[in-house]
């Protein structure tokens, strides 16, 4: 912190316009919020502890002709750990696919433009011109509404007029 920024904290704080609190009471959470934070991950662990159990191999079926696969998988420590490891896989693809799915949710949300996938890569250039193009369109769309109102008060206006006309011609 500088000494302009030092100052202005000081100044605020001796008229009144201070925040409540210090920095410190502010960056703290609350006790329920630490309770419930102990709570969630006991849970997540007591459901770990559960999972990682019942991923254990009770029981193998005995092989009559015992080939090299076979006799790696008669292991219920490997037949375990690739249990473990297909679950593991599918939690890490499913968090991910989460993740990925509210992150492009909340940038179309806040209008952000997808500029990069990968390797592909959209210039600002490329972005500019086609708001552009949007903006050129919009205000075209725009003053079409406007010609296409004064269009249709004239059509009234004729239709007006070409109804005088037949009631004077059936008149006279």
Known sequence: MNSAERENNLNSMASGNAESGSAK??????????????????????GLVVLIKALYPA????????????????????IWAAR?????????????????AVSIGIRMKNGHWLRRAG???????????IEGQFEFWRDAALENQAEIAELKEQLQESDELIEKLHLALDDG
């Not at 473990?84 to 990925?100: E, K, R, T």
């Open 25 to 46: 009471d502010q960056s703290s959470p609350g006790k329920g919020s630490t309770f419930a934070a102990v709570v969630f991950l006991l849970v997540l662990g007591a």
């Open 59 to 78: 029981d193998l079926p005995m092989q009559n002709s015992s080939n090299f696969i076979d006799t790696i998988f008669d292991n219920r420590l490997v």
């Open 84 to 100: 473990l490891l297909l679950v593991s896989a599918a939690a890490v693809l499913a968090f991910g696919g989460v993740f990925i």
């Open 119 to 129: 390797p592909f890569e959209i210039s600002e250039k490329a972005v500019e011109e």
